[in-house]
Structure formats: structure tokens, C-alpha cells
């Protein structure tokens, strides 16, 4: 009667029959299990500098890698920053704005990034002044004619469909312009 350690070994030998049959992983997997790892390197220096490590830590860390690794990093790296960035936000994280000019060395287009965020700020406050208040009347009489009124009535024009439609438009139209500026750096 085979002992405990017989059937111990008898599962080992099998896992190893296994394994040699699968055989050593191929270059694409190799090269696929090393993208990620460089990946998860570049989103963890992200975490890490939005939680307060400095640029010159950054740097030191990318300075590790060898030469081909680090430009993947840095790649994975500007592109999770750039992912930060969303127009329905408001307003670019200067932040990460910083760390994207320090990568990139592209002042100008982060310049314009930040231009951007704050030029559709204005052209939501802007309809918001022009289109709530004419949203707003239109409720009020349309429950004025269901016979709803008083000084306590309030529409809630924010969600009414015609103001959710304005902000599509004006978030779409600055987000196709913000997609341009990202490609631009993360082409550098």
C-alpha cells in the first residue's frame, strides 16, 4: 500500500509531467508578461507621485529600468496621467499637468491642455447662465399651465433632458479637442 508521501510525490511528478508538456512560455508571451509588468510599473509611480512623491523620485525610479524598459514605463506612466484628465472634471490637476510637461518636455501643449479645461469651464458657465434661465422660465409656466405654482416651486432644470443635452454637446466638442492634445503627447 503506497504511504502519504508516495501520493505526494505522484501529484508532484504529474504537475511536473504538465508543465513540460505546456512547455517554457513563447516570445510573445514573454514579451506580453513584460509589457505588463512595465505597465503596472508606470500606473504604480503614478499612485505614487499623486501621493506626494517628487518628480526627482520619478525620475530616479524610471532611471532604474534599463534603457528599453524605461521608455516603456515612462510611456505607461504619461499615458495614466493623461487618463486623469476629462473635461467633465472641470479643470485639469496641475499636478498632473506638471508631471506631463516634465515627461514630455512639451510645454506648449500642456499650456494648451490647461487652456482648454478652463475655456470649456466658461463656455458651461456661459450656457448655464444663458440656457438655465430660459429652461427655467419654460418649466415654471409648463407647471403653471398644470396648474402647479408658488413661490416654493422649483425646477430642477440641472437634470431636465435639454440641459443634460447642452452639456453632451459642449463636453463632446472639448473632448474631441482634448483627445487631439493627448494624442499629441503621448506621440512624443
Do not use: F
Not at 25 to 36: F, H, M, N, V, Y
Not at 99 to 115: F, N, P, R, S, Y
Amino acid at each position: 500500500m503506497p504511504d502519504k508521501d508516495d501520493k505526494i510525490k505522484s501529484a508532484l511528478d504529474i504537475a511536473l509531467e504538465r508543465a513540460q508538456r505546456l512547455g517554457a512560455p513563447s516570445e510573445d508571451e514573454k514579451r506580453r508578461l513584460k509589457e505588463e509588468e512595465l505597465a503596472a510599473a508606470g500606473e504604480a509611480l503614478v499612485k505614487r507621485y499623486l501621493s506626494g512623491l517628487p518628480l526627482r523620485d520619478i525620475d530616479a525610479e524610471l532611471a532604474r529600468h534599463a534603457e528599453d524598459e524605461r521608455e516603456t514605463v515612462k510611456r505607461h506612466l504619461l499615458s495614466n496621467l493623461l487618463d486623469r484628465i476629462d473635461v467633465r472634471r472641470g479643470a485639469a490637476d496641475e499636478k498632473v499637468l506638471t508631471a506631463i510637461e516634465h515627461l514630455t518636455g512639451d510645454a506648449g501643449t500642456v499650456q494648451a491642455i490647461g487652456k482648454l479645461m478652463k475655456e470649456y469651464n466658461g463656455a458651461l458657465e456661459k450656457a448655464q447662465l444663458e440656457k438655465q434661465g430660459a429652461l427655467r422660465e419654460a418649466k415654471l409656466n409648463e407647471l403653471k399651465l398644470k396648474g402647479i405654482s408658488g413661490s416654493a416651486v422649483e425646477p430642477a432644470v440641472e437634470s431636465s433632458a435639454e440641459w443634460l443635452e447642452t452639456q453632451r454637446s459642449l463636453e463632446s466638442q472639448y473632448r474631441e479637442r482634448l483627445d487631439e492634445l493627448k494624442r499629441k503627447c503621448r506621440n512624443q
